[in-house]
């Protein structure tokens, strides 16, 4: 397995990092590194996302994966690549970003919501495939899909919270992507990065209990 897909999969829980502000990234970051969530997607159409995933990558190291999500062109997929995005992820399929991820040895993932999408993704290159929306559609419908697609990685996301992520763990997901629910950017204003953690700490214990259950 890919050295960066087997750290998405290690840490379970993908923190998605929509319109963070500057002043909040770092500490935001770091709460959800001691809650056990040490892969961070900032997605591609957060002002100054290139500036920003520069700045995590050169405070963390190599103790977060650090990537970029709503990539929706592959222009924009090799301006997050050549900022330091480790891997990329669309709510889309776009066989152009996936061809250019390939290109520079980057993790990437389309957006699915079907088998044909899923297996079109994969065939092109993908790494692993985003079941997303995943509230519209919920486990069951992932579990449906790994059925005969048991080969391709799929991480749902959209409504993805504490309370159904192991759900989709046990129905095959090797990861979940999770935004709002996850991250509390109320709490990050207030400087109350501890509840982020707690909440952190909530998910990766209910992956990895699901996982333990499985």
Do not use: W
Not at 76 to 81: E, F, K, Q, S
Not at 101 to 120: L, S, W
């Amino acid at each position: 397995m890919n050295e960066t897909l087997s750290r998405l999969a290690d840490t379970g829980v993908v923190a998605v990092l929509r319109g963070v502000e500057a002043d909040q990234l770092i500490g935001i970051t770091e709460a959800l590194r001691e809650g056990g969530v040490t892969a961070v997607e900032i997605t591609a159409d957060t002002p100054g996302v290139a500036e920003k995933l520069r700045e995590v990558t050169g405070s963390f190291g190599d103790e977060v994966v650090v990537g970029t999500g709503t990539v929706l062109d592959s222009e924009t997929a090799r301006t997050t690549l050549m900022a330091g995005a480790e891997f990329v992820v669309s709510p889309s399929l776009h066989e152009d970003v996936i061809e250019t991820c390939n290109r520079y040895g980057a993790v990437t993932a389309p957006g699915v919501m079907t088998p044909t999408e899923a297996i079109r993704g994969y065939e092109a290159g993908a790494d692993f495939v985003k079941v997303f929306p995943a509230k519209t559609v919920g486990p069951s419908h992932l579990g449906a899909m790994k059925g005969p697609l048991g080969q391709i990685p799929m991480m749902p996301t959209g409504g993805v919270s504490p309370d159904n992520a192991g759900d989709y763990v046990e129905a095959g997901a090797f990861a979940v992507g999770a935004g709002g629910a996850l991250v509390d950017y109320d709490a990050a204003e207030r400087g109350d990065y501890d509840e982020i953690t707690e909440t952190a700490r909530e998910f990766t214990q209910v992956v990895e209990e699901a996982r333990s259950d499985g």
